[in-house]
């Protein structure tokens, strides 16, 4: 099993940049998935988590302005980030709670995608 994130960037503040995970590999099912991020010198944080019911939450610094949402047929999540902000700046973790033909559950982690907000 396998998360691929994708869609970081460089972007000016009050940009917008759209985050991609795609889950591939020997999947039976996916349960929670979720956005993390670190920045420099900082703990790595949850930023957005959604259920596979999509039921959603989010860290207090992004609601309003941050989208978590996923393609259960395609096994993929998104984030879409919109007003950021320079403390945005991070890179972002794609994480998967995934049952797997090896018939356990395990935690998946993308590689991280860098977003860099100029001010």
Known sequence: VQLQASGGGLVQAGGSLRLSCA?????ISISA?????????????LVAAITSAG???????????????RDNGK???YLQ??????????VY??????FSSQARWGD???QGTQVTVSS
Do not use: H
């Open 55 to 69: 039921i959603t939450n989010y860290v207090n610094s992004v609601k309003g302005r941050f989208t978590i949402s």
């Open 108 to 110: 998946y982690w993308g």
């Open 33 to 45: 998935m979720g956005w993390y991020r670190q920045a420099p010198g900082k703990q790595r944080e």
């Open 23 to 27: 889950a591939s590999g020997s999947i």
């Open 93 to 98: 973790y794609c994480n998967a709670r995934i």
């Open 75 to 77: 096994n993929t999540l």
């Open 81 to 90: 980030m919109n007003s950021l902000k320079p403390e945005d700046a991070a």
